[in-house]
């Protein structure tokens, strides 16, 4: 079993649900990543997702965007994204998820960027434009090795929701609204209705996460208590790294991180 | 390649998109395929080509460049004369009925020269719907006039400040505003790239150029030696190739050279680029070693794009078609040249194809022909060329 879903069954054994917090390293420089990763593991966060930041992320909105851009003209670049992985590594063996874009894994080869990712410690990828159709040689090469964590939206057919289920692993990303990556207020309506017809017809075979614009303990509540396994939280911690001086960062993201997960918590 | 059904040339194109876009796509493939050889759509378009952009275009022989050149005949087929001065309108008048067809009422496209901009609003102002434009901010300032003549035209200019601030930043942004308002709102793409199935689409809606060409050729009598069109994305020139892609005639697509290939300042990606997936396509790309798109630069703000469309990707690899560039120094050039030998101000994208055209008619016979697709009209640029001659040119 991989590191992902041991988790999702050592929390479902608690009665909890996930919290998974994305940041972007590099961002706003190293030190920050790792101070921030520090705080995540010290709040209680159960998986983490590490950004490693394209030109042009076309899902992402203007933080997230923002932090890629910051992070590329720090110099961000593969070699050095592989060693602070493995930095963490060294403290944590919390799951650890790598999003970027399919160029990047493209352009480097399939087989030789998951091997790499793999060895530096990464235990799956999410890439918010790879499509199911164009997946095939991504899926042959993360066989065995990594997760392979596809996105659904709203507005996905049942039909391409099993199909998408079976080319997942780790677990099923819902994209909570129509948009892009951000900080939203409020809950839609027809986001509470998608997560039940998810976990319907994935019928627990996969666990369900749901991200995009989750930014408030509040919002973890409420899509936890429409049964979603897990709730991703972004753009709030970046804003939250933006906002915060190094000295005290690891402290604030623990605290934040700490309020995120008491709500996954079921009582 | 007539319709590839998974989108494919070869390799390249595909759908690389996230997955709320998914339906959009499929909606849109769907209605594609139900109007495409629709007796009353293509009536209904070809009204529109016919009394509202001016078509058929002519093909103009350019005797007095032709001669300065001294060798093959040179041909113009004339897409600058069409309404909005470019090729544009084309692509812009098929895709707005058809999403005329589909309901919906609210139209976003991108710019890189502000041309299919203009050519979106002209298109929404006349089958009356809204139109959004997202362009570069820099681009909103080097082709200011074409900002101006979209706020006429009824459209909303969002500049886009986010990137390299130039076509690929309001691509970006077009599809963000896409995933956002994906049940109302149709994506009017501009060039023949993108995701399935846009470009094939769009070198449909653009292939009258070629098809129109076969025909004009028979009354000079023979196929013509040589094709030539320049290539930002490749509307234009999968427009003129791809009805002749099947004579004998040797076919070249010109990209722009900027500051030249060794420098760092161009924007020709099939000649100097490497395979990789950028908005939604597998195609070449301009890009680092490690797959960051790198910025590009041309003195056509219309060429000025790291990626091409698929299907030009394809006729390289295959080698059907060549790609050439040409350098900022010889478009000026040939700008001058056609202007003052015939009268005509080309588009400097377009400037792009006549300099090549010179190039291969000073090399061949009289007895040889020529034909240049001149994908639209220089008015847009004088400012730029006026601002590029007081730089070069002493006294
Ligand atoms: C006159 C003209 N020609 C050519 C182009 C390049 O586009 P494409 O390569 O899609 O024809 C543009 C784009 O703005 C244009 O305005």
Redesign the pocket.
């Known amino acids: 079993m991989s590191r992902i879903r041991e988790k999702f069954a050592e929390l479902s054994a608690k009665k909890e649900k996930a919290l998974i917090a994305y940041i972007m390293v590099g961002y706003p420089n190293e030190n920050a990543t790792i101070s921030s990763v520090r705080g995540l593991v010290k709040g209680g966060a159960d998986i983490i997702e590490l950004g490693f930041p394209f030109s042009d992320p076309l899902a992402d909105g203007p933080i997230i965007q923002n932090a890629s851009m910051i992070s590329l003209e720090n110099g961000t670049k593969i070699n050095r994204f592989f060693n602070i992985v493995k930095k963490i590594r060294r403290e944590t063996d919390i799951p650890l998820i790598l999003m970027t874009y399919t160029n990047i894994l493209y352009h480097k080869g399939y087989p030789e960027f998951i091997t790499e990712a793999k060895n530096a410690g990464i235990d799956g990828f999410i890439l918010p434009d790879m499509s199911i159709e164009e997946s095939k040689e991504y899926l042959a090469s993360a066989k065995n090795m990594t997760d392979t964590i596809f996105l659904i939206s709203p507005n996905t057919t049942k039909s391409r929701i099993e199909k998408i289920g079976k080319s997942s692993s780790g677990f099923l990303y819902l994209v909570a609204v129509y948009g892009t990556t951000g900080i939203k207020t409020g809950i839609q309506n027809y986001t509470l209705k998608a997560i039940k017809e998810v976990k319907k017809i994935t019928s627990g075979k996969i666990p369900v996460g749901v991200g995009f614009g989750v930014s408030t303990p509040d919002d973890v509540k409420k899509y936890v208590k429409a049964g979603a396994d897990a709730v991703i939280v972004g753009s709030a911690f970046l804003k939250l790294i933006e906002q915060t001086p190094q000295n005290k960062l690891e402290l604030r993201i623990a605290a934040f991180t700490k309020s995120l997960k008491r709500q996954t918590i079921i009582t | 390649m007539k319709y590839p059904k998974d989108g494919k040339f070869g390799e390249f194109g595909g759908k690389y998109i996230p997955e709320t876009l998914v339906p959009a796509i499929e909606e849109l493939e769907e209605n594609y395929l139900k109007f495409k050889d629709n007796k009353d759509f293509k009536k209904e378009l070809d009204y529109y080509l016919k009394q509202y952009a001016g078509r058929p275009t002519p093909l103009y022989y350019a005797k007095n460049l032709s001669e300065k050149c001294g060798g093959a005949k040179i041909y113009l087929k004339r897409e600058d004369l069409l309404h909005g001065g470019?090729?544009?309108i084309n692509n812009t008048l098929g895709q707005a009925l058809l999403a005329k067809k589909m309901n919906k009422k609210r139209i976003i496209a991108e710019t890189?020269?502000g041309?299919?901009g203009v050519a979106t609003a002209m298109a929404c102002a006349v089958l009356g719907m809204k139109s959004e434009v997202y362009m570069g901010y820099k681009d909103t300032i080097r082709q200011k006039l074409n900002v101006y003549r979209m706020n006429m035209l009824g459209a909303k200019v969002h500049p886009v400040k986010s990137g390299s601030k130039t076509l690929k930043d309001a691509i970006n942004e077009a599809i963000r505003d896409w995933i956002t308002n994906v049940e109302s709102t149709y994506y009017l793409l501009g060039?023949?790239v993108g995701p399935h199935p846009y470009p094939v689409m769009v070198r449909d809606f653009q292939s009258v150029i070629g098809e129109e060409i076969k025909v004009q050729m028979k009354k000079i009598s023979k196929t013509p030696d040589v094709v030539i069109a320049?290539?930002?994305?490749?509307?234009?020139?999968i427009g003129t190739f791809y009805p002749l892609v099947d004579t004998n005639a040797e076919i070249i697509g010109v990209e722009a050279a900027g500051k030249g290939l060794k420098s760092k300042y161009h924007s020709a990606t099939l000649s100097a680029g490497s395979k990789g997936v950028l908005h939604g396509m597998m195609t070449y790309l301009l890009q680092d070693d490690e797959g960051q798109i790198t910025e590009t630069y041309s003195i056509s703000a219309?060429?000025d794009y790291p990626g091409v469309g698929p299907e030009h990707s394809y006729l390289k690899d295959t080698k059907r078609v060549k790609y050439h560039s040409a350098t900022d120094a010889e478009v000026i050039d040939a700008f001058l040249m056609l202007t003052r030998t015939e009268g005509i101000i080309p588009?400097l994208?377009?400037a792009h194809a006549i300099a090549e055209a010179i190039k291969v008619a000073k090399k061949s016979k009289k007895s040889e022909s020529i034909i240049v697709t001149l994908?639209?009209r220089g008015d847009k640029d004088v400012e730029e060329v006026q601002r590029y001659l007081s730089k070069h040119v002493k006294n």
């Open positions: 470019a090729h544009k890189g020269a041309q299919h060039s023949a320049c290539v930002g994305g490749g509307s234009n020139a219309g060429l588009a994208e377009s994908s639209g």
